[in-house]
């Protein structure tokens, strides 16, 4: 079974502020999915795992020059090595590896302070090239707002590839606000935001369009974003209990959705300690990459002898595959894919390769995998 994706993309820091490099991972050269580790050898495997050397920059990019002390450059992958950057400013534009290019992009209505991102690719074939879609923007913790009914805000905003009008022939981004989901409106929100605990349904209109509706009083079981595998009718995210590579139907929203099953990679030393949450990338056919961050202190020696931080991110290929499919029996546990059919599938995870990843300060760390 092959990619559908050849090349890894991270985004690393420099030792400037507001500066970051785009760096692209040949898989294919690293051999990433070429040999088979059991569960049970990923403990010692972790011990010996073989270091990465990063590719030169495909591009180098930074903020523009500000009086800010505090500045920030936030990315948002848009497909396979194509990630749009905004600025502490709402200055932004894309950078595409695979054409060689960057396209100045219209600035956001408001710079965002912690960002979350959802990129719809488009449908039309003709915008495959210029990777075009719908870039969703908003924030993570939104504050709370009055007076609602409807009105667009400056906390979620959308960059849409689309012509001026009707008569163009060319397509070209566009920014625009969006309207507030009703849960940064409700009053509980407002005044008591730790125990509202329900949740909303992102439903997409078209591709310029994001409606918001109210959900249940439960949320997905999983931690950041997850993955729909066709071959396996399942979607794919790491579980929000402990962070590991979980699996879940998501075909009926009407009642809690349940994990069908976990699975942990890798075993890593006790003694390092987590950086930021880890990331996952789907890399198609069942196949992704784990990517998880560490943070070690060191000591430099000599006579002051005074410890130093290094950044560690370990990288590993991970294949899903069906193990047994069987019938539904009310007798049998409920490991399979749950979705209503009369065949139920077990899944195997099988860890191929990991690749570990260290840098003497901030300066080299890798920030984001996608």
């Not at 079981?221 to 009718?233: A, C, I, M, Q, S």
């Not at 349940?258 to 990679?265: H, I, P, R, S």
């Not at 991110?313 to 894919?337: K, Q």
């Not at 899944?347 to 890798?366: E, F």
Request: charged share 20%; glycine share 8%; with cysteine.
């Amino acid at each position: 079974m092959g990619l559908s994706r050849r090349f890894l993309n991270l985004i690393v820091e420099k030792r400037i502020p507001g500066a970051k490099s785009l760096r692209c991972i040949d898989m294919m050269r690293q051999h990433f999915f070429n040999t088979r580790t059991t569960q049970a050898a990923a403990g010692a495997a972790a011990l010996k795992m073989e270091r990465i050397w990063l590719p030169s920059p495909s591009f180098n990019f930074r903020t523009t020059t500000s009086s800010l002390k505090e500045k920030q450059m936030h990315c948002f992958p848009v497909g396979d090595r194509r990630v749009v950057c905004a600025d502490h400013s709402g200055n932004c534009f894309l950078v595409d590896a695979e054409m060689r290019r960057v396209v100045i992009m219209p600035h956001l209505h408001k710079p965002k302070s912690l960002p979350l991102s959802l990129f719809v690719p488009s449908t039309d074939a003709g915008d495959h090239n210029d990777g075009g879609g719908s870039l969703f923007v908003m924030e993570s913790a939104p504050e709370p707002e009055a007076g609602c009914n409807g009105q667009l805000s400056h906390q979620f905003e959308a960059f849409v590839y689309r012509k001026p009008t009707p008569f163009y022939c060319s397509k070209f981004w566009h920014s625009q606000l969006l309207p507030r989901p009703p849960f940064v409106c409700d009053p509980k929100y407002i005044h008591n935001p730790p125990k509202i605990s329900g949740g909303c349904r992102l439903i997409l209109l078209g591709h310029s369009e994001l409606h918001v509706e109210p959900e249940r009083s439960w949320t997905l079981p999983f931690h950041g974003k997850v993955e729909y595998v066709p071959e396996l009718k399942l979607w794919f995210g790491l579980s929000a209990k402990d962070h590991t590579l979980a699996a879940a139907d998501l075909s009926n929203m009407d009642s809690q959705p349940q994990l069908v099953g976990t699975w942990k990679e890798v075993n890593l030393p006790e003694q390092w300690q987590v950086s930021q949450d880890p990331q996952l990338v789907s890399l198609g056919f069942g196949r992704f990459c784990i990517a998880r961050f560490f943070r070690t202190r060191i000591l430099n020696g000599g006579c002051r002898d005074e410890p130093s931080d290094r950044y560690c991110a370990v990288l590993t290929g991970v294949e899903m595959v069906p193990s047994r499919v069987h019938g539904t029996n009310a007798n049998e546990d409920s490991s399979g894919n749950g979705n209503g059919g009369n065949e139920k599938v077990d899944l195997q995870m099988i860890t191929h390769k990991s690749r570990r990843y260290t840098s003497n300060g901030s300066d080299g760390a890798i920030n984001t995998v996608f």
